[in-house]
């Protein structure tokens, strides 16, 4: 019997008892049909590799005589793969059981004649599907015979062969999704609301007792292929854990009856479910998704707002609604990675990357490398920084028809085309002499003559992302094909982008500090030489930081005209973009006077505004702070009038100071960077924190907290209240504090200051919007 069938998850378990315990992996799924499956592979056998000196022959021998725990080595190989790009002779020891691979490892990793041992911390599972090529959310055959377990699916197969069966990536709609939040009083379990795909809706309430049976009793019933929450690692499956404990009571929601465990990952713990990935979409969007939103906090209400655009829905039905955005977007990076979605969606960028390379290492005869141990992570951390990215200084003041460029993914375009990876840095193959392989500013080169293995990979990957980006032009944008194909390509470019932080991350397999240093070095060298060809083409250099140049252009072709010409003289797979061309942008002073770097504001030909670097697009400014900002940019940028700018400002200040805002344009917004209570000087946020905690509100390191300033006697920390609990606001406070600072940012190069703001009326020797020729200088304020 044959099944093709999509992978959601894989485990294992340890079937039979003493010596005849053997381990099964277990890969859970949805066939084409769409009956739900597991299929068992009892063929696979845990192994690792040494890495030895001497005669391997006698060395095999003498590994065979091992023994732990009454069990002996299943077999030693001799065998050849590549460390680090060299030829390696090495050994592949075969255990019986899983766990006894460390153990052998810990015997072997004493002796004189072992280099060093690898691939002995890999999980079985991940090692499995590592070997057989299989990836997660793609399609797999398996090959065997129906069998009897206890497993909540259709059907159950134990398989003499599992292989790939295509490229494809599962639709998402093939698999049953149910999604779930906690109502909670105080401390007490009031409901659970449940939302499944194929309108399923369902609320559950009573006693705690009578709540968490009912949740267990609706998901066996559903049988979701996933289950999703929001926060729900640290708070909905920890709330109705507690609660199940309290009532001496499991949550068994495992598809082969199993309870939920929670497996420790860092700082924190996640909730799994076997059979059935538990999905908590908040770890995806606070690691992926977040620092491109521009949500205050990352809530359930507001990142579905942002991002499915729904405002209207509430608890599981929304939660259901962000399922249906992000899933496909896990599961592509699922199956790029090879990474399961459980474990996908909640890895930061570097584990992604290095998920990817290690299962590129094993199809490419590579070793996997060793994670560093605690020690030479330390080292990493304390290891000097080096020389980030080149920025050519901002001309301050308004300027018009500014052409935006950048580098297509500069960093990884660098690696690609000057073949930067650990194993070709300084290399021995007679590269040094060669002009082209070393590195600007620094006494470094790379290999010409061998690829390395990461600028192989990432080629891989951009050469797919090309292929992809020219079918999706075939299409028509919102389609269901064109949609995949978007995810596909974002998943690839994401990890693409992300390689070049990998070779900095002290916890990387293939760390290389040297190689990040020599890719910024290359980066300083590109930026500054377009800069140089666009000043001898005659083009007014207004900015350039790190991978991006703003020029001043006469219309389209003009700029076309620098882009041909640029991309002419970049070598290998680097090449600019045209960003696009804009009708005005403003280029604003720091306090010392000179014009600030990263912060601009550019209006383009529809009227919408592109906001760099100023308090509009931070979170720890009000809301009428902000908003008083973006209307003076835009009168300034669209009706180039600062007057109409300030009376924008004198309005916002009138409303403050008559008691007309509301409460939810004052909150301000600031993230705890350490525990509670460490901090030693008491600002506004870590004061409102205080009372948070002291009103049983949990708070810790990463929480945002969301405060404002009241009215009232003491320090401006002493009147920080939670958002929550605020009922009145300090005017002078936001005035001054807020409001006012967040404007002169733009208005004071127009010779506005903070009295003229306050009073009405033309400010004495305004400058005009054509002159900037000296800045001005700003009143130093204290600090919020």
């Not at 495992?254 to 990952?265: E, I, K, N, Y």
């Not at 974002?490 to 982008?497: E, H, L, Q, R, V």
């Not at 293939?510 to 980066?523: K, L, P």
Request: glycine share 8%.
């Amino acid at each position: 019997m044959k099944a093709e069938f999509s992978i959601i998850s894989a485990d294992y378990v340890m079937e039979g008892s003493g010596k005849d315990e053997k381990p099964a992996v277990r890969l859970w799924g949805r066939t084409r049909q769409g009956r739900s499956i597991l299929v068992l592979d009892r063929g696979f056998q845990p192994y690792f590799y040494v890495h030895y000196e001497g005669n391997g022959n006698e060395l095999r021998q003498k590994i065979m005589k091992l023994e732990v725990d009454g069990e002996r080595p299943m077999a030693v190989e001799l065998i050849e793969r590549k460390i680090l790009g060299r030829p390696a002779k090495l050994l592949k020891v075969v255990a019986q059981k899983p766990a006894s691979v460390p153990k052998f490892r810990d015997l072997l990793k004493e002796w004189k004649d072992i280099r060093e041992e690898y691939e002995y911390a890999i999980p079985f599972h991940k090692r499995y599907l590592i070997d057989r090529k299989l990836r997660p959310l793609g399609w797999a055959e398996a090959e065997g015979r129906n069998v009897k377990y206890k497993a909540d699916v259709d059907v159950v197969m134990e398989a003499n062969d599992v292989k790939p069966a295509g490229d494809e990536v599962a639709d998402a709609g093939l698999f049953r999704v149910l999604s779930f939040a906690v109502g909670m009083k105080a401390d007490r379990l009031e409901s659970v609301s449940l939302a499944g795909s194929g309108g399923f809706r369902k609320t559950i309430s009573g006693s705690e007792k009578q709540v968490v049976g009912g949740f267990v009793s609706a998901v066996k019933a559903f049988n979701p292929d996933f289950i999703a929450g929001y926060d729900s690692d640290r708070h909905d499956f920890v709330k109705l854990n507690a609660k199940a404990m309290e009532n001496r009571t499991e949550l068994a929601l495992g598809r082969d009856g199993s309870r939920l465990v929670f497996a420790r990952r860092g700082y924190y713990s996640s909730a799994e479910v076997a059979g059935r990935p538990h999905m908590d979409l908040y770890n995806f969007v606070d690691n992926i998704l977040s620092p491109s939103m521009s949500a205050e906090l990352l809530t359930l209400e507001s990142v579905a707002e942002e991002l499915a655009g729904e405002n209207k829905l509430k608890g599981a039905e929304l939660v259901l609604k962000l399922a249906e955005q992000l899933l496909p977007q896990i599961f592509e990076i699922s199956n790029l990675v090879g990474q399961d979605p459980f474990d996908a969606s909640r890895m930061a960028y570097s584990q992604l990357v290095e998920s990817l390379l290690m299962r590129e290492a094993y199809e490419s005869g590579e070793v996997i490398l060793n994670r560093p141990k605690s020690d030479e992570i330390a080292r990493r951390v304390r290891a000097p920084s080096y020389e980030g990215g080149y920025v050519h200084q901002p001309k301050q003041g308004l300027h018009e028809n500014i052409a935006l460029f950048d580098f297509a993914s500069l960093y990884p375009s660098i690696t690609i085309t000057h073949n930067i990876s650990p194993e070709t840095l300084d290399c021995d193959d007679g590269c040094r002499d060669i002009a082209k392989a070393h590195v600007p500013e620094l006494d470094h080169y790379f290999c010409t003559k061998k690829r390395g293995f990461i600028p192989r990979v990432l080629q891989n990957l951009v050469l797919k992302r090309s292929e992809l980006k020219a079918r999706m032009r075939k299409l028509k944008p919102g389609s269901a094909q064109y949609r995949q194909l978007y995810n596909r390509q974002y998943a690839m470019k994401i990890i693409a982008n992300a390689s070049y932080g990998y070779y900095g991350y002290a916890g990387s397999r293939w760390y290389s500090r040297i190689a990040a240093e020599c890719i910024t070095a290359w980066g300083r060298h590109y930026i500054k030489k377009v800069i140089e060809l666009a000043q001898q083409m005659g083009y007014d250099v207004i900015y350039g930081d790190t991978d991006s140049l703003f020029l001043k252009v006469k219309n389209d072709v003009d700029a076309k005209k620098f882009l041909m010409k640029a991309n002419s003289v970049l070598p290998g797979v680097m090449e600019m973009d045209l960003q696009g061309i804009y009708k005005a942008g403003i280029f604003v002073p720091t306090k010392a006077g000179i014009a600030a770097k990263k912060r601009y504001a550019l209006l383009d030909s529809k009227g919408s505004l592109t906001i760099r670097g100023f308090e509009k697009v931070r979170r720890d400014w009000s809301v009428i702070a902000k908003d008083t900002q973006e209307a003076v940019l835009r009168f300034v940028l669209k009706d180039k009038s600062p007057a109409k700018a300030a009376d924008a400002v004198r309005k916002s200040i009138a409303r403050l100071e008559k008691g007309h805002a509301r409460i939810p344009e004052l909150v301000i917004y600031t993230q705890l960077t350490k525990p509670l209570s460490t901090y030693e000087q008491i600002g506004p946020h870590v004061a409102a924190a205080r009372k948070m905690e002291k009103a049983g509100i949990a708070v810790g390191e990463g929480t945002n907290i969301a405060y404002v300033i009241a009215k009232g006697e003491g320090s401006i920390s002493d009147r920080a209240e939670p958002a929550e609990a605020a009922h009145d606001y300090d005017p002078d406070y936001y005035v001054n504090n807020q409001v006012i600072p967040a404007a002169l940012r733009v208005l004071s190069i127009f010779g506005y200051d903070e009295e003229s703001l306050k009073g009405a009326g033309q400010v004495s020797g305004q400058p005009s919007l054509a002159s900037f020729a000296k800045p001005t200088k700003l009143k130093r304020r204290p600090r919020r």
